[in-house]
């Protein structure tokens, strides 16, 4: 199946400094993206999608100005949270959809921390 | 919006004990998937359920889809402490630009 590479997996930045996710496929070329927020003991909520070499779609709430998504290449998309805050704190993962399986392949997470 | 009801959203139970989850709309879905997540992990697909009706078995796991392609329910038999996880239903709209909607969650824990 589809490997998805996220990184870092743990990240620790001091308020007021933007943090850049990436997230990697690296044996599928995906067009689109995902990425979601989970809190903890809680559920994934998708924030926006990414498309490649075009504009994410953001979802309702989520500011798209906090959140900068690029989606430059069919293998790569970036997420920056700039101006973090500790409420921005969260686990953030990224998702492929692989048409092969109608499933989903998600990155292994990443731990923001906002001190 | 379609909205996915999962429940029970904990579970704590003994090994060797049977449980069912439940995810509930009142949207129709064009498939449900289930995950199982780990923590500090992402979500890792365990089954897709395409037609109304359909039962997947996987090892102890079985999963079934509603006639009506609204609600799915996930049953273990004998879980074992290695099923402690974050379980998740997701339900695909191929209508929405096969975007996923997530369950809740039901955090299961087996005790050994």
């Known amino acids: 199946g589809a490997v998805v590479s996220q990184h870092p997996s743990r990240v620790i930045c001091k308020s007021g400094t933007s943090v850049k996710i990436e997230c990697r496929s690296l044996d599928f070329q995906a067009t689109t993206m995902f990425w979601y927020r989970q809190f903890p003991k809680k559920s994934l909520m998708l924030m926006a999608t990414?498309?490649?070499?075009?504009?994410?779609?953001?979802e309702q709430g989520v500011e798209k100005d906090k959140f900068l998504i690029n989606h430059a290449s069919l293998t790569l998309s970036t997420l920056t949270v700039t101006s973090a805050h500790p409420e921005d704190s969260s686990f953030y993962i990224c998702s492929i959809e692989t048409a092969t399986s109608y499933g989903y392949t998600f990155g292994s997470g990443t731990r923001l921390t906002v001190v | 919006t379609q909205l996915l009801e999962q429940s029970p959203q904990f579970l704590s139970i003994q090994e060797g004990e049977n449980l069912t989850v439940y995810c509930n709309s009142s949207?129709?879905?064009?498939?449900l998937q289930w995950y199982r997540q780990e923590p500090g992990e992402g979500p890792v697909l365990l089954v897709t359920?395409?037609?109304?009706?359909e039962v997947k078995k996987l090892k102890r796991l079985t999963f079934q889809f509603g006639d009506a392609r609204k609600d799915s329910s996930l049953h273990i038999t004998a879980a074992q402490p290695g099923d402690t996880g974050l379980y998740l239903c997701?339900?695909?709209?191929?209508?929405?630009?096969?975007?996923?909607?997530f369950g809740g969650g039901t955090r299961l824990m087996v005790k050994p």
């Open positions: 997701a339900g695909v709209n191929n209508n929405a630009g096969n975007m996923l909607t």
């Open positions: 949207s129709v879905f064009s498939s």
């Open positions: 359920v395409v037609t109304g009706g």
């Open positions: 990414s498309n490649e070499g075009s504009k994410a779609t953001y």
